[in-house]
């Protein structure tokens, strides 16, 4: 999982997120309300309301937007339950909570970077550490 977390809160514009996703080069945010996770938005939610009109996606804020409830996974929750969800739900980006905190994001990167380093960990390669 990703421990840096991007947050907006829901009132937040739509441009302004879009330029946030675009600075921390991010496919996703989490969105807000009063610090409580209120929803998701990923870049295909935010062309697909770009395509639909210019004049309107100028005005839209991430609550008009966001896909909630947002489907989520606790930290004790393996790889292959994680994957399981993944399928099951369609997602890319599966927040991880702990009680009510936000404590990090499993996405699909992350995934196939664990089972690269899986394989070449069966394949006898050397791991380097940072």
Known sequence: MTSIIITAESDTPVV???RLMAVEDVGSLLVTKA?????MVTLRE????????EESFQTLCLEDIMTTPVVTIGPD?????????MNQTGKRHIPVIEGN?????????DIIRVL???KLIADGAPIIED
Not at 35 to 39: E, H, K, Q, T
Not at 101 to 109: M, Q, S
């Open 101 to 109: 905190d936000i404590i990090g994001l499993v996405a699909t990167t």
């Open 46 to 53: 935010i062309i697909g309301a770009q395509l639909l009109s």
């Open 16 to 18: 302004d997120a879009a």
């Open 116 to 118: 690269a380093t899986m």
């Open 77 to 85: 929750a393996d790889l292959g339950q994680a994957i399981s969800l």
């Open 35 to 39: 610090d409580v996770l209120a929803g």
